[in-house]
């Protein structure tokens, strides 16, 4: 079975990804390639991002490798956190105090539309190529369910009356911006 190495230091991702990608290709961790250290991602893009942490693998490793950036981008907020998701409420933020942030941003407001967007950087060869996925919903004005992570307890998707975090990793990742944006992937693997 084909291996990629997954530039991620996030559990969760891991395990959407590696449930998607079952059977079909063999996700290897950054600890399982014998790599350890903060990933650097400084860029202003989700592309840009996606690309600098594929790289740091592919230069360390100089094998088939891909990293995926994603950005919660709420209309009312001009697209904001976006690219700066992982950082909303500061440096060293966790989860909790990005979504407090994000629910004070928006007390009040009635425009609730925001979008999750995944790109994932496949660097194959040392070529880059790009992958993407979107999904489209509302910010609810309280945390649901326990599911999931980052902003997925106020995140509720475009036809379904529940959050990301009240509903099993097969459903979100069937309808989900990684979720697309690793299917796109898969295509590209089966040529
Ligand atoms: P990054 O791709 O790790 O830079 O993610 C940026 C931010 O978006 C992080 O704070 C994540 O918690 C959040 N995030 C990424 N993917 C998801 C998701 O599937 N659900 C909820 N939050 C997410």
């Known amino acids: 079975m084909r291996k990629l190495i997954f530039a991620t230091n996030n559990k969760h991702k891991l395990g959407e990804v590696r449930e998607i990608l079952d059977g079909t290709v063999q996700i290897v961790s950054l600890e399982e390639a014998g790599l350890s250290g903060e990933i650097p991602e400084t860029a202003d893009t989700l592309q840009g991002n996606a690309l600098q942490k594929a790289q740091w693998v592919w230069e360390r490793t100089h094998q088939d490798c891909f990293a995926d950036d994603t950005g919660l981008e709420v209309d009312a907020l001009g697209g904001a956190p976006g690219v700066y998701s ?106």
């Open 86 to 191: 992982a950082r909303y409420a500061g440096e060293h933020c966790t989860f909790d105090d990005n979504v407090n942030k994000l629910l004070k941003a928006l007390d009040g407001e009635t425009n609730r539309k925001a979008q999750f967007r995944t790109v994932i950087c496949l660097i194959e060869d040392g070529e880059p190529r790009y992958f993407e996925g979107k999904v489209e919903g509302q910010i609810l004005t309280e945390r649901y369910g326990n599911e999931g992570f980052g902003y997925d307890p106020i995140f509720m998707p475009d036809r379904f009356a529940v959050s990301f975090a009240e509903m099993p990793l097969e459903v979100k990742n069937m309808i989900s911006h990684r979720g697309m944006a690793v299917k796109r992937l898969t295509e590209y693997l089966n040529k």
